[in-house]
């Protein structure tokens, strides 16, 4: 597609169970980022890969977060055992940025809303 | 620890009048400076960017300005239009570190008719 695309855009689990969230980029873009925005904050960074790498994973909040992206395109952002503060939008974005660009504009796809009961 | 803050929670502003809407960060090591607007369930767009060896940068109704003593930037638009009514989010990074951006908490603008 044109866009980034995220799935599923909307989730409802229980408290401990295991979900994940994916991530497809914009075709040929290098990085990919993820970000959690919880209601009235702005985006919270979680973590940015450059190609297969996590080139900064700093923002993930604990172990049971995790985040991949095996052959430089799709990611997966797996979130284990969770927990009510982990309801958020989850907003994945590509760019183009270290490819010899930099306007730093990051391209967001619509979200997955992860709601926790 | 906010390294990128929008003090303001919300603006209202008459239809063709300016609107400043204003982000101040802590990081002296931020390079790079970027404006988002954000409609309710779509992700955020880029506005306009800025690089801290300007103090200036100019798109049509958008005008971002930087001033790094004061690490303060502020994005003017002029004149306001009712599809200016969006979340703006400001973000920084520091290139020299990577490629990670920081975004602010937002400012809601309301363009009132």
């Known amino acids: 597609g044109a866009g980034v695309s995220q799935t599923p855009s909307n989730k409802v689990t229980e408290k401990g169970k295991y979900v994940e969230l994916r991530c497809d980029p914009i075709s040929g873009h290098t990085a990919l980022y993820w970000y959690r925005q919880s209601l009235g904050q702005g985006p919270e960074f979680l973590i940015y890969?450059?190609?297969?790498?996590?080139a900064d994973d700093s923002g993930l909040p604990n172990d049971r977060f995790f985040a991949v992206r095996p052959e430089g395109s799709v990611s997966t952002l797996k979130i284990q055992r969770t927990e009510r503060g982990d309801s958020a939008v989850y907003l994945c974005a590509s760019s183009s940025w270290g490819q010899g660009t930099n306007t730093g504009e990051l391209f967001f796809g619509e979200g997955s809303r992860l709601t926790v009961l | 620890d906010q390294q990128v803050k929008q003090n303001s929670p919300s603006l209202s502003v008459q239809e063709g009048r300016i609107s400043i809407l204003n982000c101040d960060y802590t990081?002296?090591?931020?390079?790079?400076f970027l404006w988002y607007k954000k409609y309710p369930a779509e992700g955020p767009t880029f506005l306009i960017s800025?690089?801290?060896?300007?103090d200036k940068n100019e798109d049509g109704r958008f005008t971002v300005f930087l001033n790094k003593s004061a690490k303060h930037l502020s994005l003017h638009i002029v004149p306001s239009q009712p599809g200016d009514s969006a979340v703006y989010f400001c973000a920084a990074s520091d290139g020299n570190r990577d490629d990670k951006i920081i975004f602010g908490k937002g400012t809601r603008l309301h363009i009132l008719p």
């Open positions: 800025i690089s801290s060896i300007k």
């Open positions: 990081n002296s090591m931020f390079d790079y």
């Open positions: 890969f450059q190609g297969t790498g996590a």
